[in-house]
């Protein structure tokens, strides 16, 4: 009947208005906001776990495979050398993307260890490119051509196939 339709669109369009107050269900919580930088990553690495943790005990439940992988990323100290070509078009450290990924991987790497002491298949596959020269990265963000989604797909099926 265009219920939801039309309150999907009043609600945009209240969003839109000068002023207006987003809801909680767009930020999230006010704390956040109003966090220091470490306050809002320690945060958001405490979401990726529990968000994690959750899917894991929702397969648990429900008898269904859950595995949780990392993805590469160019950011990511000594992941790949990135070759002319991806300095021009992948790299810029000090953007929204590369500042998030230098800021946050490590701490997403350290806690792989600890999901799979919760049982959690876990396993970071940052490293997947590390000795490859050509270009598998084309744009800043951490989106691969056809070679690194190759990879990628190759390295998940392999870590699937050979679990227990």
């Known amino acids: 009947d265009g219920y939801f339709e039309a309150h999907m669109v009043r609600a945009e369009l209240g969003l839109r208005k000068e002023n207006a107050v ?3 269900s767009t930020t999230g ?3 956040m906001r109003r966090a220091t930088p470490e306050a809002l990553q320690e945060f958001k690495v405490k979401l990726w776990m529990q968000g994690s943790l959750q899917l894991y005990y929702l397969s648990q439940a429900n008898h269904f495979a859950y595995f949780h992988f990392l993805q590469p990323n160019q950011y990511v100290a000594d992941s790949k050398m990135l070759n002319e070509e991806e300095h021009k078009i992948a790299y810029v450290p000090n953007g929204v993307h590369g500042s998030a990924v230098i800021a946050t991987y490590p701490q ?4 792989i260890a600890e999901l799979r002491e919760h049982g959690v298949n876990s396993q ?6 590390k000795d490859v020269t ?3 990265y084309v744009d800043n963000c951490c989106h691969v051509n056809a070679k690194g989604n190759t990879m990628l797909a190759d390295a998940i099926g392999n ?6």
């Open 124 to 129: 970071s596959l940052t490293g997947i490119y």
């Open 108 to 111: 997403l790497l350290s806690h």
């Open 134 to 136: 050509e270009t598998i």
């Open 22 to 24: 987003p809801r909680y």
């Open 29 to 31: 919580p006010d704390t």
């Open 159 to 164: 870590a699937i196939a050979g679990a227990p």
